[in-house]
């Protein structure tokens, strides 16, 4: 062996070289029956207790969920739902009781609800200024706050579509004839209380355009402490979603009466919108949903089900590897 | 003519998907632009969605012209779904084949230790065709066979020597079943060091024993014909060392075996060439001077060659070489005493795969030679326009009445494993055509050595080269004759094929045939023929015939053409052929991933459209959109396209048929292209679906935080970017550490980028600041969610494949599950 053979045998096993011979150490993954039945019965065996994990922890939340929007419209103006809205002079004040049907731990959360109301709509998404949330007075950057930007030539703070249909329905609750204490706070996200609504952003001429679409904002208070808007201006995903309102930080007991004294000022009558007011618990997963344990129970059990068909097709049709006479050459 | 482009076939179907894909993107802006202008419309009336302030709004949503707005809405859906139109495939489709020109340079296995180069891949733009060749179109000399020529056999006086066997001639043996003999009696005494351009084995002649021949005076002037007719020039690089350059490689081995034989050609000069030579009379080796008068040079037209030289006891010598019909044709009377034996030898040469020149001689007087002089040395001063006329004529006056000494047989070995790789693209299912000059017996049995013809292989023929049909292209009558011929033996070849369809078929036509089986009427039937064949042979074939049935293979077989050549005439050919070299590969797989990819990515943002009053509005914050093709997909793809393989190197060898999935491009059909659109169609389904019936709506936390715009984005788009990776991971046969740093370090890329890009300030990142870190990860519905939506998207694909490997394999399936 000369000395440029031996080059090129101790080159042939650098890292390098392997790379460029494309003959890096591989794994070469080979679907053979017995992989392919394992996967799907180690899915199975995973997915269905996760499932069923999960659906227990869905079942051991307590949701209640009562729809007012019909109710709270006095039986003359149900006819014309939204001339009684859009009616100032009518009170707007409603009450409604429900019974708890099971003990309910605090905290309880309380969630307005509101159904095809398209807080998704680009117009709509678009329409608000981060810029000014965070640092308010500033003629620039409010140009994506139409068409709700300015009021008498000085932008309106907080401008734009979503903060101006603000939803400004309130709730109190009253359990035996005692006021249930519902705290407000930290229903907003940190971050947005923190970094993008301003600290010294307040809206002094919120709301006093001619057309006045949702709730008002106390002019004193600045954006970062009016959770109300910054739940509000996360817009929503999809048409039909509930916010946060309040926790109510007390348990509440099977067959309590509470009543809810609400002011249904909020307009969805026009578009036939829902309003549905939600009290609910929430476990490790969070609220209410069977979807996410069942899909997991179904995934799994399908895995479950493929893995059997597919054994029981490989046992019928056997085959042996060694034999070579299904290859074309043969 | 311009020589046909090379594009593709793979990126000419690609187009055509582009435009399927474009379709779809159309129909679906259409119809989202159709819906919402129905939505819009209906703001205007008393639908009254106030929030949307439908009393002033622009343009774009202006409800007193819906269809203003949705024919805006149509150009924003264009731009939205825009990402289903893969537009980074063709730049990644560039890189990888850049990045495989550069692994077909660098590949050692291509390297050749001789001349010291490695191939090179002048084109990036055909690797992927290399794995869809069907036929093979390649000439003979220099491809298969090596260019290099040695001396192995002559004819000396009607006495052949020479007892080496030449390839073919093993090959015959072989088909006719003969067991080899061993001991091909090879003289012990010849264990010398071989000599390049030199394989004469003969212990008559080698070693000095050529004294002892009975015609031993033959014998040495032969050589001397050999030393002298060239126009070789010697080069003493080491004293004793002496190499010669010369204009073929078949004088080349002339004058190499004149040297090995005793008569060593060493020097040169103007008048002059000095041989070192045996004294037969005093058995010592002399230098002997012969003065050069005159060298008539080779020409084709002429096809021979002589010199006129005066020997040192002053004879006036003519010696020539020349193509046996020419030097036959010039024979005196008595220089034919040996015509018999030495024509059966030629013929048996060339029936072996030989190149044989006939050599003779003339002794000339001194008064014939003057005035033939004069008149040639006043032809050569001449400065007419027919000169080169006027001095073929001349030297045809002297080149005449010669005597005939013997022939010599030169081999052209064939390339070190042509008859194995030819073996091997055979089982791959890939024609083979050989356009060859060569002499129809000489291209049978070259044909049988390099294993074109197989043993159990039927010849078909088709042939004007037989006695009585000659000089037909002059003639009329007799050309329609000659295409009733061809004519007729095609239509038996058909039925021969038609008939036996269990037997493989060879097929060897000759040029003359060629010509009318290349005529219109003919060609389709000729084709037909030939494409049934596994081997096609056109002996006599001249370069432009080469070419034309190049371009009829092309078009009539709609399949990918290769045509490997080493010579000028060769250009054409390659000209007209798809691809100008090479072999192996399973492709398109890279294709229809990308296509998968964007169809799930865009169809993912049509159905959140569809949940928000189809008014454009994107599911994903702007900069995931404009990352996902770039940093998030992009490399697992160039893996894919680059490191891919199905089965390695050895294993292709070993399966030729592995091939065949190329050829007929199984894994590029349109059934699988649909199949993979489909697949990308559902996994946006599934995807959608489950991810917004799993967190939106009740509390996705334990803190009862809801999930809103900003989390169904990221959690969906976080399931496609793992969901699309795993499809790949899942589809990739090949791991080494580059695949799984792509796919895994893909993923992995999407995680720090959603913890860099949500940690700038928000009025940069909008909706996406904070939401990984503060909402998403510390919400267990969000990981069990994407592991579900994960495992829903793969399990389709799986259970397919899982299914299809096992019940109805694929040639590759078969062979890799019986991979160790």
């Known amino acids: ?330 | 003519m311009d020589p046909p482009s090379k594009r593709t076939r793979i990126e000419r179907r690609m187009d055509r998907i582009i435009y399927v894909l474009f379709s779809a993107l159309i129909l679906v802006s259409f119809v989202g632009s159709l819906l919402f202008g129905i939505e819009t419309k209906k703001d205007g009336g008393d639908y009254g969605r106030w929030y949307l302030r439908p009393d002033i709004t622009t343009v774009f949503f202006d409800p007193r012209r819906p269809s203003v707005a949705a024919f805006l809405h149509f150009l924003t859906g264009l731009m939205l779904y825009g990402y289903l139109i893969p537009i980074s495939l063709y730049v990644s489709i560039e890189i990888c084949k850049v990045l495989q020109s550069i692994f077909i340079n660098q590949d050692q296995a291509m390297y050749d230790e001789e001349t010291k180069r490695s191939a090179h891949a002048r084109t990036s733009n055909l690797n992927e065709e290399l794995g869809q060749v069907c036929t093979i179109l390649s000439d003979k000399t220099g491809t298969l066979t090596c260019n290099s020529m040695e001396f192995v056999k002559c004819s000396i006086a009607g006495t052949a020597y020479g007892r080496g066997m030449t390839e073919v001639e093993i090959a015959l043996a072989r088909k006719r079943g003969e067991t080899l003999d061993e001991q091909r009696d090879i003289d012990t005494v010849e264990s010398r060091e071989p000599v390049k351009g030199f394989n004469f084995r003969d212990g008559r002649i080698m070693n000095r024993k050529w004294v002892n021949e009975p015609n031993r005076d033959y014998i040495e002037k032969f050589f001397r014909v050999l030393a002298l007719c060239h126009t070789a020039v010697p080069e003493v690089l080491d004293p004793g060392k002496i190499f010669y350059e010369a204009e073929s490689p078949d004088e080349a081995a002339f004058v190499i075996a004149a040297r090995e034989v005793g008569f060593q050609f060493f020097k040169r000069n103007q008048t002059s060439i000095q041989l070192r030579e045996l004294d037969r009379s005093s058995g010592e080796i002399v230098d002997r001077v012969y003065e050069l008068l005159h060298v008539l040079e080779f020409s084709s037209a002429r096809r021979r060659m002589s010199v006129i030289v005066r020997n040192p006891e002053r004879q006036l010598l003519l010696l020539a070489k020349g193509a046996d019909s020419v030097i036959f044709e010039r024979l005196s009377e008595e220089g034919r005493m040996f015509e018999a034996e030495t024509k059966e030898h030629i013929e048996r040469y060339s029936e072996a795969g030989l190149r044989t020149l006939a050599v003779a001689y003339r002794e000339l007087d001194d008064d014939e030679y003057k005035r033939w002089e004069q008149e040639y040395v006043k032809a050569k001063t001449s400065v007419s326009a027919d000169r080169d006329d006027l001095l073929d004529e001349k030297a045809d006056m002297i080149e005449r009445d010669l005597i005939l000494l013997g022939a010599t047989a030169i081999e052209d070995k064939l390339q070190k494993g042509v008859p194995d790789c030819i073996d091997k693209l055979a089982q791959a299912g890939i024609h083979i055509w050989v356009l060859t000059g060569d002499k129809k017996g000489t291209a049978i049995n070259i044909g049988y050595a390099c294993s074109l013809l197989r043993h159990g292989m039927k010849e078909i023929l088709v042939m004007l080269e037989k006695p009585g049909i000659e000089a037909i292209e002059r003639d009329k009558e007799e050309f329609a004759k000659a295409y009733k011929i061809v004519e007729k033996q095609i239509d038996e070849g058909i039925s021969q094929v038609t008939g036996e369809s269990n037997t493989q078929f060879g097929l060897i036509i000759d040029g003359k045939s060629l010509i009318f089986a290349l005529d219109k009427n003919l060609i389709i039937r000729f084709m037909e023929l030939a494409m049934k064949c596994a081997t096609v042979i056109c002996c006599r074939s001249s370069p432009k015939q080469k070419a034309i049935v190049t371009r009829w293979v092309k078009s009539k077989t709609g399949r990918t053409t290769l045509a490997i050549g080493d010579g000028a005439n060769d250009v054409g050919m390659i000209q007209e052929a798809d691809i100008g070299v090479g072999i192996t590969g399973v492709e398109g797989m890279q294709i229809c991933y990308f296509f998968y990819k964007n169809i799930t990515f865009g169809f993912t943002l049509f159905w959140f459209e569809a949940y928000s009053s189809f008014s454009a509005q994107p599911a994903y914050n702007d900069w995931y959109m404009s990352s996902y093709n770039v940093l998030f997909t992009s490399l697992p793809v160039i893996a894919l396209g680059v490191f891919e393989q199905d089965f390695s190197a050895r294993h292709c060898l070993k399966y030729p048929s592995l091939y065949k999935e190329g050829i007929d491009n199984v894994l590029f059909r349109w059934i699988h292209i649909l199949g993979w659109m489909f697949n990308g169609v559902l996994s946006s389904v599934i995807i959608f679906f489950l991810t917004t019936n799993s967190i939106t709506g009740q509390a996705f936390r334990k803190d009862g935080q809801v999930a809103d715009y900003s989390i169904l984005g990221l959690t969906m788009y976080t399931c496609v970017v793992l969901a699309v990776n795993c499809q790949m991971a899942l589809s990739i046969n090949y791991f080494t550490w580059i695949q799984h740093l792509f796919i895994w370090g893909s993923i992995t890329l999407w995680f720090k980028f959603l913890l860099v890009y949500g940690s700038i300030p928000p009025t940069l990142s909008t909706t996406a600041y904070k939401v990984f870190i503060e909402a998403c990860a510390p919400s267990i519905r969000y990981w069990l969610t994407i592991i579900l939506v994960v495992i829903a998207t793969l399990l389709p694909l799986f259970s397919y494949r899982a299914f299809q490997t096992r019940f109805q394999p694929m040639v590759h399936d078969s062979i890799q599950t019986r991979r160790p």
């Not at chain 1, 998404?125 to 620039?140: F, I, P």
């Open chain 1, 1 to 330: 062996m000369t000395d440029t053979d031996r080059g090129t045998q101790r080159d042939r096993h650098s890292a390098f070289s392997l790379f460029t011979q494309q003959s890096l150490p591989a794994c070469k993954p080979v679907l053979t029956p017995e992989w392919v039945i394992m996967t799907f019965l180690f899915i199975g065996f995973i997915f269905i207790p996760v499932g069923l994990v999960t659906l227990r922890a869905s079942h051991s939340v307590v949701e209640i969920v009562e729809r007012y929007d019909i109710g709270c419209v006095p039986e003359p103006f149900r006819i014309d739902k939204v001339s009684y809205i859009q009616d100032d002079s009518i009170p707007k004040n409603c009450s409604l009781s429900f019974k708890v049907p099971k003990y309910m731990k605090a905290p309880i959360y309380i969630y307005y609800q509101l159904d095809n109301y398209y807080q998704n709509h680009r117009r709509y998404v678009k329409s608000r200024s981060d810029k000014q949330l965070l640092h308010g007075q500033n003629e620039h950057g409010i140009s994506s706050c139409q068409p709700v930007e300015v009021n008498n030539d000085r932008p309106i703070i907080p401008c734009g579509l979503i903060a101006w249909s603000l939803f400004n329905d309130t709730f109190t609750f009253i359990r035996n004839r005692a006021e249930l204490k519902v705290n407000r706070k930290n229903i907003a996200w940190k971050s947005d209380r923190g970094h993008k609504f301003g600290k010294n952003v307040y809206p002094f001429n919120f709301q006093n355009g001619t057309l006045i679409g949702g709730g008002k904002l106390n002019p004193t208070i600045p954006l970062s402490d009016q959770e109300d808007l910054i739940v509000w201006m996360r817009t929503s995903a999809l048409p039909s979603f509930r916010k946060l309102y309040g926790r109510i930080e007390k348990d509440l007991d099977v067959d309590d009466v509470v009543v809810v004294h609400l002011m249904n000022n909020y307009n969805t009558y026009s578009f036939g919108g829902k309003k549905k007011l939600v009290l609910s618990t929430t476990s490790w997963l969070g609220g209410k949903n069977d979807f996410l344990g069942l899909a997991y129970v179904f995934i799994g059990s399908s895995s479950v089900t493929i893995a059997v068909v597919f054994t029981l097709l490989h046992l019928l049709s056997p085959r042996h590897y060694e034999d070579t006479s299904y290859l074309p050459w043969n």
